[in-house]
């Protein structure tokens, strides 16, 4: 579901010359133990995979042009979003006086008249440590075509923009507050953008952010899809693995396994904000999901028709992709983003 850093299968005498000042220049040292050269050699190997990942992210960046800029005017901005309190305080500067530093991609439909207003969507990606790569390229394109704004945060987390960043991931938290600070930016920024026209779509983790940001903030948003998305993060942890589970019992991240704070895992899962749904929502899932259950999704809307909830949704039987359903190009899957598009032009067209 997401990406973890890229583990290189070995160290070549070369890589160690180039991450040892001391071995370069051909000094002696005194032999260091073996556990501590093993600890130095994986701080090394892991400094390189961070390195690899920002290199990939370039070159996917320079993509974009490529395979969308036919039909969208495309950029990415570096924006201000919300503090990330873990940080390590600088010259005295607290971290609530230090917003988070966010990249977000922003994609016009070429020949948009800028002089009028146009609805906007917000689309997060999916993905523990994921990213907003050319995976969404046909997706694009299509809102494009239908017309929309789209801006694309790479929320705190994300890969291929350093450890720091990658390091700062507070999944179903603050990563949300991110994504709502994009929508801010872009009705405050972009003059042509209608905020009273304002959509959230995403997958999987994305799916998750989306049904967060419209439970917690429905006076921004007018219409939100969430598609196969994360739901109920305790049921979640008891369903995958351990390496998975170790993303979040992380020491930078939430610090503790769901048995030791379930109340925690609860506050990061949409079943348990459905009270508060009131906007337009459309949720797909299917049966074969191999990622996020299908139990995951019946959770949640089980909880939103309890709560007496007005909503869409539609639970596919073994769809072709599974997890991936109505993202890839199939005929099935072509005709679920129609629905898609079909809701939220009813829900944002002036």
């Given at each position: 579901?997401?990406?973890?850093?890229?583990?290189?299968?070995?160290?070549?005498?070369?890589?160690?010359?180039?991450?040892?000042?001391?071995?370069?220049?051909?000094?002696?040292?005194?032999?260091?133990?073996?556990?501590?050269?093993?600890?130095?050699?994986?701080?090394?190997?892991?400094?390189?995979?961070?390195?690899?990942?920002?290199?990939?992210?370039?070159?996917?960046?320079?993509?974009?042009?490529?395979?969308?800029?036919?039909?969208?005017?495309?950029?990415?901005?570096?924006?201000?979003?919300?503090?990330?309190?873990?940080?390590?305080?600088?010259?005295?500067?607290?971290?609530?006086?230090?917003?988070?530093?966010?990249?977000?991609?922003?994609?016009?439909?070429?020949?948009?008249?800028?002089?009028?207003?146009?609805?906007?969507?917000?689309?997060?990606?999916?993905?523990?440590?994921?990213?907003?790569?050319?995976?969404?390229?046909?997706?694009?394109?299509?809102?494009?075509?239908?017309?929309?704004?789209?801006?694309?945060?790479?929320?705190?987390?994300?890969?291929?923009?350093?450890?720091?960043?990658w390091e700062s991931i507070d999944?179903?938290?603050?990563?949300?507050?991110?994504?709502?600070?994009?929508?801010?930016?872009?009705?405050?920024?972009?003059?042509?953008?209608?905020?009273?026209?304002?959509?959230?779509?995403?997958?999987?983790?994305?799916?998750?952010?989306?049904?967060?940001?419209?439970?917690?903030?429905?006076?921004?948003?007018?219409?939100?899809?969430?598609?196969?998305?994360?739901?109920?993060?305790?049921?979640?942890?008891?369903?995958?693995?351990?390496?998975?589970?170790?993303?979040?019992?992380?020491?930078?991240?939430?610090?503790?396994?769901?048995?030791?704070?379930?109340?925690?895992?609860?506050?990061?899962?949409?079943?348990?904000?459905?009270?508060?749904?009131?906007?337009?929502?459309?949720?797909?899932?299917?049966?074969?999901?191999?990622?996020?259950?299908?139990?995951?999704?019946?959770?949640?809307?089980?909880?939103?028709?309890?709560?007496?909830?007005?909503?869409?949704?539609?639970?596919?039987d073994d769809a072709p992709g599974?997890?991936?359903?109505?993202?890839?190009?199939?005929?099935?899957?072509?005709?679920?983003?129609?629905e898609i598009y079909a809701f939220?032009?009813?829900?944002?067209?002036?």
């Amino acid at each position: 579901m997401g990406h973890r850093p890229i583990a290189l299968a070995a160290a070549s005498p070369f890589l160690l010359l180039l991450t040892d000042p001391a071995l370069a220049a051909g000094e002696d040292r005194e032999p260091a133990p073996v556990e501590r050269r093993l600890e130095e050699l994986e701080r090394r190997l892991e400094s390189q995979s961070f390195a690899l990942q920002q290199l990939a992210k370039k070159i996917d960046d320079v993509l974009w042009f490529d395979r969308v800029g036919d039909v969208a005017e495309i950029d990415k901005v570096y924006v201000p979003t919300v503090p990330a309190p873990k940080q390590e305080a600088v010259y005295g500067i607290a971290n609530d006086r230090h917003p988070f530093r966010m990249w977000a991609y922003v994609f016009v439909p070429r020949g948009l008249d800028r002089g009028r207003s146009h609805a906007l969507l917000v689309l997060p990606h999916g993905g523990v440590h994921g990213d907003f790569d050319t995976y969404y390229t046909h997706v694009v394109r299509e809102l494009m075509a239908e017309g929309y704004v789209l801006v694309a945060p790479e929320y705190r987390g994300s890969t291929g923009y350093g450890r720091e960043y990658w390091e700062s991931i507070d999944y179903g938290g603050l990563e949300v507050d991110d994504v709502v600070a994009a929508r801010d930016w872009a009705v405050e920024t972009l003059s042509f953008v209608d905020g009273r026209r304002v959509g959230i779509l995403g997958w999987s983790h994305g799916g998750l952010i989306a049904l967060m940001a419209s439970f917690h903030h429905p006076d921004k948003f007018q219409a939100a899809y969430a598609g196969v998305p994360v739901s109920d993060l305790v049921a979640r942890m008891g369903v995958q693995t351990e390496g998975y589970r170790a993303l979040f019992s992380a020491d930078y991240h939430i610090g503790k396994a769901v048995h030791e704070d379930v109340e925690e895992y609860r506050r990061r899962s949409p079943v348990h904000h459905v009270a508060k749904q009131k906007v337009p929502l459309l949720v797909h899932t299917t049966t074969n999901d191999r990622d996020v259950n299908v139990l995951e999704v019946q959770n949640l809307i089980a909880a939103l028709e309890a709560a007496g909830k007005d909503f869409e949704y539609k639970v596919y039987d073994d769809a072709p992709g599974g997890h991936s359903f109505n993202r890839m190009d199939s005929a099935l899957a072509r005709a679920s983003r129609r629905e898609i598009y079909a809701f939220l032009a009813r829900h944002l067209a002036r």
